[in-house]
């Protein structure tokens, strides 16, 4: 077989040194055809390769031929209309490994595909079919930034589950005694929205503030929420913010702030112990179930 006229990059591999690294499933070298599915972060694909005896790669995609890396050379392939037919020479003995590197020329993802070369003794014409699912640059960022909100979303709700466990500040065990034992906190009533936000409406809102030990302070917002869908809604998370943008540290949502559908019922909302004054006005923010609420012009007493 003649070796592929194009300038191709041949890694001459030391004796002794056969391709490494971790591998698709094992290979049935005794089938004549082989099917390979590609996708982005796929793993080296085994190919079973004989002295004598030709193995055609088909793909659907164009190859960039001149950017072919073959290591060693004890390998010989030649271009075809649809990839290329490799053989090996009798100097590749049985078991030894070559690594073979192709490049797409339709610039989706993935670009390339890595062949791991399995050396037999002996064998029978092979053909193996391989087939790319393409993704496109712009989808894969989108996959990955998605990700990372995803995580994001996932570490704020664990920490308001470890936060949420049981009562840990001031102001969380006065808001729980007070729903039964008479205990009264100064309430300050805060203008709510004049329009419903989505199935979710807010009926009333209110502040109010503690001062705890080494001049730190403790705030609650208090809100009257209707749910007229129809599902239950529960806030995972919720943040404040003031106008410049600036968000506040220990925020989180009371524990049992579920809300079910039809029903309208009270959420607490508890931010700190924090040393800031918690003056100014503020936007609140509550998600959850993709569904979300946002207030603005929360003020503190």
Do not use: H
């Given at each position: 077989?003649?070796?592929?006229?194009?300038?191709?990059?041949?890694?001459?591999?030391?004796p002794?040194?056969?391709?490494?690294?971790?591998?698709?499933?094992?290979v049935?070298?005794?089938?004549?055809?082989?099917?390979?599915e590609l996708?982005v972060?796929?793993?080296?694909?085994l190919?079973?390769?004989?002295?004598e005896?030709?193995t055609?790669?088909?793909?659907?995609t164009?190859l960039?031929?001149?950017?072919?890396v073959?290591?060693?050379?004890d390998?010989?392939?030649?271009?075809?209309?649809?990839?290329?037919?490799?053989?090996?020479?009798?100097d590749?003995?049985?078991g030894?490994r070559?690594?073979?590197?192709?490049?797409?020329?339709?610039?989706?993802?993935?670009?390339?595909?890595?062949?791991?070369l399995?050396?037999q003794?002996?064998?029978?014409?092979?053909?193996?079919?391989?087939?790319?699912?393409?993704?496109?640059?712009?989808?894969l960022?989108q996959e990955?930034q998605?990700?990372?909100q995803r995580?994001?979303?996932?570490?704020?709700q664990?920490?308001?589950?470890?936060?949420r466990?049981?009562?840990?500040?001031?102001?969380?065990?006065?808001?729980g005694?007070?729903?039964?034992?008479?205990?009264?906190?100064?309430?300050?009533d805060?203008?709510?929205p004049?329009?419903?936000?989505?199935?979710?409406?807010?009926?009333?809102?209110?502040?109010?503030?503690?001062?705890?030990?080494?001049?730190?302070?403790?705030?609650?917002?208090?809100?009257?929420?209707?749910?007229?869908?129809a599902?239950?809604?529960?806030?995972?998370?919720?943040?404040?913010a003031?106008?410049?943008?600036?968000?506040?540290?220990?925020?989180?949502?009371?524990?049992?702030?579920?809300?079910?559908?039809?029903?309208?019922?009270?959420?607490h909302?508890?931010?700190?112990?924090?040393?800031?004054?918690?003056t100014?006005?503020y936007?609140?923010r509550?998600w959850?179930g993709?569904?979300?609420?946002?207030?603005?012009?929360i003020?503190?007493?």
């Open positions: 077989m003649l070796k592929l006229p194009l300038p191709v990059l041949l890694l001459l591999a030391l002794g040194r056969a391709a490494q690294g971790p591998a698709s499933t094992p049935d070298c005794g089938a004549e055809l082989q099917i390979v996708e972060g796929a793993p080296p694909v190919v079973c390769v004989a002295p005896v030709a055609t790669l088909r793909f659907d164009p960039l031929l001149e950017r072919t073959l290591e060693g050379s390998v010989s392939f030649s271009p075809t209309p649809t990839g290329m037919s490799l053989e090996a020479t009798r590749l003995a049985a030894e070559r690594k073979l590197t192709v490049y797409f020329a339709d610039g989706k993802e993935p670009s390339s595909a890595t062949f791991i399995i050396a003794g002996s064998g029978k014409p092979r053909q193996v079919n391989v087939f790319r699912q393409t993704r496109t640059a712009a989808s960022r990955a998605e990700q990372r995580a994001e979303v996932c570490e704020q664990l920490a308001q589950c470890s936060k466990a049981t009562p840990t500040t001031l102001l969380e065990r006065l808001l005694l007070g729903r039964g034992r008479g205990i009264s906190l100064r309430w300050r805060v203008k709510p004049s329009s419903p936000r989505g199935d979710l409406t807010v009926r009333t809102v209110s502040t109010t503030r503690v001062g705890v030990e080494d001049g730190q302070r403790e705030a609650a917002v208090r809100l009257r929420v209707q749910n007229s869908g599902e239950e809604w529960s806030p995972e998370g919720a943040s404040l003031t106008s410049d943008g600036q968000v506040l540290e220990g925020v989180r949502v009371l524990s049992d702030a579920s809300l079910p559908a039809g029903f309208t019922r009270s959420l909302v508890i931010v700190g112990p924090t040393q800031q004054e918690l100014g006005t936007t609140l509550l959850g993709g569904r979300e609420l946002t207030l603005e012009n003020e503190f007493p």
